[in-house]
């Protein structure tokens, strides 16, 4: 039994999700930036100044670890906004 439970704990941390950030504010661009390093992530904002930004790699935020992470690190980050439809921009 135990070897049963190790088996499943690797197997759930393996896993990838695909998991929406609702707001590219504070929380919602730490939450997003955090997961994308593992998971699929697509952050959704209505405000397109902010998606432009993040599409050019740069924090719409003052936070000295994001903007580390978006010049520095591979993330698996859709950055979308909404307009009449909510549109993909780019994918790095």
Same mark, same amino acid.
């Given at each position: 039994?135990?070897?049963?439970?190790?088996?499943?704990?690797?197997?759930?941390?393996?896993?990838?999700?695909?998991? %929406? @950030?609702?707001?590219?504010?504070?929380?919602?661009?730490? /939450?997003?930036?955090?997961? =994308?390093?593992?998971?699929?992530?697509? %952050? @959704?904002?209505?405000?397109?100044?902010?998606?432009?930004? /993040?599409?050019?790699?740069? =924090?719409?935020?003052?936070?000295?670890?994001?903007?580390k992470y978006l010049a520095e690190k591979e993330l698996n980050l859709l950055r979308w906004m909404r307009r009449q439809?909510?549109?993909?921009?780019?994918?790095?």
């Amino acid at each position: 039994m135990d070897q049963m439970n190790q088996v499943n704990r690797i197997d759930q941390t393996d896993r990838q999700y695909k998991i %929406a @950030v609702a707001g590219t504010g504070y929380v919602g661009l730490s /939450i997003a930036t955090l997961l =994308s390093q593992h998971h699929e992530v697509m %952050a @959704v904002d209505i405000v397109p100044e902010k998606v432009e930004l /993040i599409n050019q790699r740069k =924090s719409p935020i003052q936070d000295e670890y994001i903007e580390k992470y978006l010049a520095e690190k591979e993330l698996n980050l859709l950055r979308w906004m909404r307009r009449q439809h909510i549109r993909m921009l780019t994918l790095w």
